[in-house]
Each structure stands twice: as structure tokens, then as C-alpha cells.
């Protein structure tokens, strides 16, 4: 028997078993296995209880982490998953798909040398687990009004939003315009790190709770957001960022260079057998492809043209790697996957004549820091060259993408096109117009899972102050 | 104090008794005031306000009767620096809810304490110290001002040595190595250089040299104290709005007068100790002759700690119990201040006839203490008490025998000493580890809580004493005749011994009449220890 305190001496941090490189290249599965009780137990006995839990305050929804992982080393499941959704309406996402070496993980004291707790892959496991063995989370307290809300857009921060209202007695009805829930959880993030069988049993336990969705709906086209602000009690907007940041380098517009998004779009469509002309299949078997841009979108595309069997991947990040943005997680997978990384290279033309033939890049160094702290790039003289390629798909961010209806609905804007809302506490996430809330990406600009599901649940406080409603969490 | 001050304001409005008497509107008589003013009464606080508004002067803050009030004793009583903890920090070394919700800010603390150490012309004497989250220079120079010479670090500079505020020290497993007795992590995961709290501390320093700059001031000295360069700022929510801070900034009416920090080297003590010294005197041929005599000496209350100083050169030549084999006993007459026989060595017999103040052989080691009162005394000795409270506090060994009663608290921590009185006060043996107590009489209430060790003897005349016990640790049992004999034998011998020592009149009752007697008595010994094992413990221990 180990001393309880000074286990994480003992025990090592043990990630869960990954499949091999041979193997998870050739399919669109997880690549991660999940924890077994024990082994959940064991890794969760690992945390200090530091009085102090940076972990929590790292984290964007400032989960109850050494709680909920006393709970699973005390195998209170069910109570550790009720724990887990008091905080965050998307546990198992988050655990697969937040950068918890940035986060979490990396603001754990373990984190010195001794080895992070592993809070990701547990987190997973207490709610994949806990649903496998037929846990809900309970509504039994809940005191059903008569108050009704839109929640346009299921993606993280419309789900967010629904939950923490369904679960304060307020009836969510969420539009969105594709045929599944999730949004980017669904069409975004590849499957290998969120199967989406994970999405759906959280649209069934939503269902349950009694939060109903309207798919293939696009608000403003399909439906008018007057009959929205007309026949519900407070709209959410949670609606996400779309406008793909572009190069401004020639040759952009060849034909071979892809936007990462539809690109990603088109193999999920194409893996969950849906039909979608307006992002039609992009194939990078035996293509030489070359990925421009170091975030997680840019992983994310690294690793699906790797899985759909391109010649070669290389990918060009206009920093170092200390400063490149993506998952250290996903870079390290990326490796492994067979992904050439190319640093301190910026993009300055995409060559060919009548299609892609090849990418020309410069070397940079990191100059003084920007405005935003940063230290920018510059590009170093007479280092130019050209990389063959035979597609190119761009990943350098995204955009907000208001719609023109914004400016009918007296939904002000912020000069880059964020969504303006209220910062006080008491209206927090209300933006001009004082029925419709918004949160997410389109407020705070492209962003992380985590980030979003925290906005849809404070913007949701909000709408039930608004609403005269007192918020139980 | 006050009466001085009175006078002299009185003085200066040019007001006799009477015209401030009647100025006041009748409140108080003018011989009132006139008593006020020998320091015979002290004004009530609203007749301290008429006083200064019929004076023209402001009522200065009178502090609060706390942390101020404590400190002005322990001043007196010559401490050479003073700390007054605030409730912010904590060191990280506790969980969550022992740092908060106690303790105050020392801001307060620190304010009443400068103030009434100046008021009390205490100040200069001893060094005030404060902590409790101090972190920047700027804190720094907030307590200078308010009235610090000293200040205290804790979390701070050990968050420069590696500490991340786990708030598990009390677990041993800091994972910084800081607080941790941890081989692995001490070695492995402590990163902390003495150039790293050097650091810290520089920058500390040079943000006090800024804002000493800033202020016109050289050094902290001239800074000490003088609350007019802090300024109130109006408070930023209702509630701050509603706090009068100016009690902390306010000087006792002492501008000027008073030091504002320590000017003397060390806060010496009143008492010389001379009679100890002349004892030692007396008998240091004795002790270094290993010889042992008789010596007899009238002693006061202001005579404190006798035998102390005969007791450590004792030690000191031939260890604590060195000289039992010959003994130097000293008779000794009159009313004993504070402490007799502390830390008696072994080879010391302090025969006291007359009384004793508290702490009668506090730390005891070996020897042995007897107490009897005055020959001609007209009392009922073990009606009467005969020595103070906490006696015996922490004894380790030695024996006491005393023809009265103990105060309260008697035997505190007794881990070995043997004693005899005739009654004591409540919480009598508290927490004792060992050594026998036999109490001849009554006892007050909680009798033995936290009693682990040793036994004790009492007589239960008014058969009211299981009443009068902790029942948590200990238990009771009636001494007869039957089975066992060892421990009436014992407990005769004591009582023998008892009267032999001190004469006590109760005592030779008792043996006259034993048979009578030995059914009132208890055995009180830890629920833990089996009655048999108690004298045989007894004897291995000796």
C-alpha cells in the first residue's frame, strides 16, 4: 500500500495506450484508446489536492478538477460525471480536443518534471464511462417555466448555452443549418481525435433533458430571425467564425489550393456518408501536399491528408516551434503520422501556370515583439525557395462572418466584424439588442472548444437574469 | 497616565477643578477629576469625551482594550521585540480554513500596539515587528509609517525559492520541495538558491528607496510612525465608505513627544535577581565542594525565580541530579514571588515556610520543594492555598510537598515529579505524562483531562469527585485494603512522608485515623494503563 500522499511519486503519469502509426494512418479512428477503471483510479490518485489548484484556474470553465479526480480515485463515477457537468456541458469533447498541455495539464504543479496528471484523459473517461453505464445527468430538481429560447448555431457555445438552460427549467430550441449537431465538433475537428458517435450521444442526452433541435434550418434563410426574436422569449447567437484568413500572395486562387475548412468539411461529409454539393470531396491520395499554417486547423488538415493517403505532407509555420500555436499533443501525433514540419518559412507566392506546382517560401527570424506581444517575423533576404506541391490547403485562421441581417436586428459590431456584447455582470454576453445574447467564436474571434462552451454557459446566466430568472449553475 | 495628561491640559485652559467640573456641566465632581488626575479613578469613556470637549482637546483614539493592551505587558515584562501577525499571508502552509476567518489586519494591530506602547512610554524599549502578507516595499513603508522598525516575510521570499502556494506543507508532499521533509523531493524537485530570495529581497529594497525618495525621507527611522505622510482615500464600494480608518492613522496625541521606535540596546529587566545572586554567592563553595549544607534566607513576593540560579550552577558543574547524594537545603521564610524552585535540580531542598506566588517549580527536575505555613499562622492550612497557579507546570522530576492547597491547573504536564498537597483547583494534572500526584483533599472541576500518564491519589471527602473528573482519558477507582495492598502501602508512605516534611496537622489526622480514611481515597490512572502496572511503572521509572 502506497502512501496516499506521495503517489504521484510512485506512480508515474501514464498516458493511455495509442494505437500505432501503422495503424491509425489507414483509418479515421481515435487514436486513443480509453482508461480502464483502474487505471483512471490510479491516474486520478496522482493529483496533489494542491490547496491552490492551478489546474482550475487555468482552465477557461474553471472545472472542479481535484474534486472530480478524488471522486474517480475513490470510484464515485457517477458522482465525479455529475461533478464534471457542473462546470462544463461538454466534458468528454473537452477531454478529447482541449490542448490540456496549455491549459489545464500545463498549469499543474505536477507539470515540474514529475509529470502532469493526466486530467484530459480522465475527464474523458468519466463521462464516456459514466454514460456507457446509463448515468443522465439529473433533472429531477429542475422547475419547468414558460420561457422559451433560440439558440442559433450547435455548435460548442449553442450547446453550452442550451444545456445550462434546459437545466434551469427554460426550453431551448437550437437551429442550425447542417443536418448534425456540434458544428465544428462535427465538421471540423476530424474524426481521429472526436469520433462522432460522441456527438450524437450528447444530442440524445440533450434530447433527454428536454432541449430540442431544429436541423437543416439556416436562420435568415430558411426562417426569418424576426419570427425568432418574435416567438421565443431571448435569442442566443452562437454562430461561430467562417471567413478564412487568406495569404495575400499570388496564386491563391490556382486550382490545387484548398481552404482548410471545406477541405475538412468534405472528408467528414465523406465519412458520415452525407450528400453536401456545396463541399464536394477533396482527395489528397498520392499528392504531394503542402500545409500553410501551425494552428490546430493546420494539424488538423496535416493529419487528414496523411489518412487519405498523400505522397507527402509539409507543413510551413512562419515562427519557431516554441511559438507555434497547435497542440503540442497534435504536433507530436502530426510527427509521428509522417508530417514534415518547415519553420521559420513564410509563404510568399503559390507557383504554377495552370495549377498548383509548387509553394515559394522565405525564411524569417523572430524580430522585436509586436503590439499584441508577439514577436513578429521578419523575412531574412535572399533565402528564397521553392517547394514542389501538388495541393495546398491554407489554415491561417479564421474570421468573423456576420451575416447582413445583423445590422436590421441593431446587433452592433466591432470594427473586425466580433459581435459587440455587454461586459456587466448583470446583462453578461446581451449584445445591443437587449433580447438577443451571443457568445463563442463570433464574439471573442476564432478560439477554442473550451473557450466557447464558457461563453454559451455565461451568456445563458445572462439571458435567465434577463429573463427574471435566478441561475442555479 | 491619563492623570497627567489631564493636569496638564487643565493647566493650559487656565481651568481649576472646579471651573472644569462645572464646565462640564455638573457630569463629574471636581474631586472626581482631582482623582483622575493622582491616577486613583479612571474616566469612563463618555466622561473622557466631556473631559475633552470641556479641555478644547480632541479625544484621541484610546485604543481598544487588545492587541495594544498585551503588548504594553509584555513590554513590561521585557521583551525586546514584539510581532504583531496580521491575518493576510499565512505562508501557504495551512489548508484553506485555518487562513481564513482569523486574525485581523496588522494594519490595526500594529496601529494600537505603536500607539499604546508611545502612550505607556513604552516604546523606546522595545522593537515592534510586523507580518502577514507583506510582499512589496510599498507594504514596507505602510508599516514603517503606521509603526514597524521590523518587518516579517514569509510567502513571499519562499515563492521565490520555488513555492507555488499548494497549501499542502501540512501533508509533507510539496511537490516543490519546499515544505517537506521528503528526501526525493527535497533533493530532486527543490530549486531554491539563497540568490533567489537575495533577489527578491533587493527589489524589495529598491522599491522602498523609490518611495522613501518620493516621500523626502533618508532613512526608515525618519519614518517611523508618522502616519501624516498616509493619506485616506474615500474606499470604493458602499461598505469601504462606511470604515473610519483614522483611529489607525491617529498618534495618541503624542506628536513629538515619544519615540516613535527603539532607542534602548536591550529591554533589561527590573528585577537583578539579587537575592539569587547572593545565594549563589553563599554556596558556590558548597557546590563546587560537592559538599552540600544548610542555608536560610527570608525571601519577598518581588523575589522571583529563587533557586533558580543555584539550580543551573548546579547543573551546570554536575548535571541535573549530580549533587542528590548531598544536598544543599535552604530554609527559607516569608512569601515567595513568582516561580520558586523553577527548574530545581536534583541535590536542591527548598524549604519554604510562609506561601508561594504561581509556577512553584515550573520545569522541576529533581530535588525537592516543601512548603508549610507560617509557624504562627492562625488558618486551616488545607483549607487555605498555600502556592499559585500552574505549579509544577511540566515537571520532569523532584518532589513537592506543600501543607495547603494548589491553585489552579496544578501539575500541568507533571511527566514525573512526585507531589503532595491538600487540595488544588480546577484542571488539576491536565494533560500529565507521568510522576504521581496526591491531593489530600477537594479538587476542583476537570480533574485529569488529557491525562496520559503517571497516576494520582485523591482523597473524596464530599464523595462528589467523579463528578469533578475529565472522564475522557482517565478512570477511577476506589483504594481498599483488599487486594490492594501495594498501593495503600504506598499511599500511607506518602501521607508519612508528607507530614514528616511539612508537619501538617491534616496529615497526622489522616494517619491516625487510616483505616477510616483509605475508603475515601481514589486511584486515578489512564484508561490505557492496567492499576497493576502503575507502582511497578513507578519503581522502573525511579
Known sequence: MTDKYMQFLDVPRKDPDKLPVEVRIKEFREIYAPYTADAAGQQAGRCLSCGNPFCEWKCPVHNYIPNWLALVNEGKLFEAAELSHQTNSLPEMCGRICPQDRLCEGACTLNDGIGAVSIGSIEKYITDEAFKQGWKPDMSNVVRTNKRVAVVGAGPAGLACADVLVRNGVMPVVFDRYSKIGGLLTFGIPPFKLEKDVVEKRREIMEGMGVEF??????????????????????????????????GFAGEDLPGVHEALPYLISNINRELGIDDASNPFIDMRDKRVVVLGGGDTGMDCNRTAIRQGAASVTCTYRRDEDNMPGSRRDYKNSKEEGVTFLF?????????????????????????????????????????????????????????????????????????GRVRVSAAPTTRFQTTNPKVFAGGDMVRGSDLVVTAVFEGREAAQGILRSLGLRATG | MIGHRLKVARSASGLSLRGLADAMGGLVSAQAIGKYERNEDMPSSGVLIALAAALHVTEELVAEPGVGTVAAGVAKAYADLITISGYDGGTGASPLSSIKYAGTPWELGLAETHQTLRANELRHRVRLQTDGGLKTGLDVIKAALIGAESFGFGTAPMVALGCKYLRICHLNNCATGVATQHNV?????????????????????????????ALGVRTIAEMIGHTELLAILPGETPKQRK?????????????????????????????????????????????????????????????????ARISGEIAKRWGNNGMSASPLVVNLKGSAGQSFGVWNAGGLHLHLEGEANDYVGKGMAGGRIILKPHARSAFVARETIIMGNTCLYGATGGELYAAGTAGERFAVRNSGALAVVEGAGDHCCEYMTGGVVLVLGRTGVNFGAGFTGGFAYVLDMERDFVDRYNHQLIDIHRVSPEGMGTHVQHLRGLIEQHTDFTGSVWGIQLLNDFRTYIGKFWVVKPKAAAIDSLLVNLRRAA
Open chain 1, 344 to 416: 521559420n518559412r513564410q509563404p510568399v507566392e503559390i507557383v504554377g501556370s495552370d495549377r498548383v506546382q509548387g509553394v515559394k517560401l522565405v525564411e524569417t527570424r523572430l524580430g522585436r515583439p509586436g503590439p499584441r506581444g508577439r514577436r513578429v517575423p521578419e523575412v531574412v533576404p535572399g533565402t528564397e525557395e521553392t517547394i514542389e506541391a501538388d495541393a495546398v490547403i491554407i489554415a491561417f485562421g479564421f474570421l468573423p462572418s456576420p451575416p447582413d441581417w445583423f445590422v436590421r436586428q441593431q446587433i452592433a459590431l466591432h470594427a473586425s
Open chain 1, 214 to 247: 431544429r436541423l437543416n434550418v439556416d436562420v435568415g434563410r430558411d426562417i426569418t430571425f424576426e419570427r425568432l426574436t418574435e416567438e421565443f422569449d431571448a435569442v442566443f447567437l452562437g454562430m461561430g467564425t467562417y471567413t478564412f484568413v487568406k495569404g
Open chain 2, 243 to 307: 470604515l473610519d480608518l483614522k483611529p489607525v492613522l491617529a498618534n495618541a496625541g503624542l506628536v513629538g513627544a515619544q519615540p516613535q521606535f527603539c532607542t534602548d540596546p536591550r529591554n533589561e529587566p527590573f528585577d537583578k535577581g539579587v537575592l539569587g545572586e547572593q545565594m549563589l554567592r553563599d554556596m558556590s563553595g558548597a557546590i563546587a565542594g560537592k559538599t552540600g549544607g544548610e542555608f536560610s534566607y527570608a525571601v519577598s513576593n518581588f523575589h522571583r525565580s529563587i533557586g
Open chain 2, 185 to 213: 523531493l527535497r533533493t530532486k524537485f527543490f530549486i531554491g538558491l539563497p540568490e533567489m530570495a537575495m533577489n527578491y529581497f533587493k527589489f524589495v529594497a529598491q522599491e522602498c528607496r523609490e518611495i522613501m525618495a
